[in-house]
């Protein structure tokens, strides 16, 4: 069965510092990976995602997330931050095959941004 | 751009009483989706539908039941509300086939007292 790991659940940055959020996943072959933002009290936005080619994923908001298959990561990455970044982070992977199959999310890395 | 609605943002019900959330997507999506968010939790789906009238279980459909009669219509129900139901509830629409992204709601915070 799929499952994500956000090994981070709450993580503390200094606006204009550089995030990375990270994201570890479990499935047999190469899957479908989603990054999703979640402002307070708003429901989840898609920041990027990957389903096959260039490993570098460039998405809105000035992220970029990277695939690698070796470590079965999808590390999330800004190179610097706004303090409107302030949100929680949720990953999510599903499986890469015809059909609905169900897509499984992490429980979230909650960003706090300081001045 | 794609809209989904959700007809409350905060619910108090009773312990017993039947809930329903009503949840609208504009953008003629195959799929749509009921989850509940819970802190340490993440997202976890109740239920899903594929198509008007078909319905999935996802992994905590107990407590729950969903109806589905348009397109563009999907109500969670809780036949007899517990407090544990309390919790965000967040609607998402797809379209059919592969796996596609999804697009949320912005949630019902539901208190069940």
């Known amino acids: 069965a799929q499952s994500v790991t956000q090994p981070d659940i709450h993580i503390t940055v200094s606006e204009g510092a550089s995030l990375e959020l990270r994201c570890n996943y479990s499935y047999g072959a190469t899957p479908y990976l989603f990054w999703y933002v979640q402002s307070p009290g708003q429901g989840l936005q898609l920041l990027l995602k990957?389903?096959?080619?260039?490993?570098l994923v460039q998405g809105i908001k000035g992220f970029e997330a990277e695939f690698k298959r070796s470590q079965s990561s999808f590390n999330l990455r800004k190179p610097s931050v706004h303090w409107s970044d302030a949100a929680e982070y949720f990953c999510a992977v599903g499986p890469n095959s015809g059909g609905y199959q169900k897509v499984t999310f992490g429980t979230g890395t909650k960003l706090q941004v300081i001045p | 751009d794609v809209k989904v609605t959700q007809s409350s943002r905060y619910l108090v019900k009773r312990t017993g009483e039947k809930v329903f959330l009503e949840c609208v997507q504009d953008m003629d999506h195959e799929n749509m989706f009921w989850y509940r968010q819970d802190p340490g939790l993440g997202l976890r789906l109740i239920y899903f539908s594929y198509d008007v009238k078909m319905k999935e279980k996802g992994d905590i459909p107990e407590g729950y039941s969903v109806s589905r009669e348009k397109k563009e219509r999907f109500s969670l129900i809780l036949e007899s509300a517990s407090t544990n139901q309390t919790s965000m509830y967040l609607c998402?629409?797809?379209?059919?086939?592969?796996?596609?992204?999804?697009?949320f709601g912005p949630g019902t915070r539901l208190t069940v007292t």
């Open positions: 990957y389903f096959s080619g260039d490993t």
């Open positions: 998402a629409s797809s379209v059919s086939g592969s796996i596609r992204e999804q697009y």
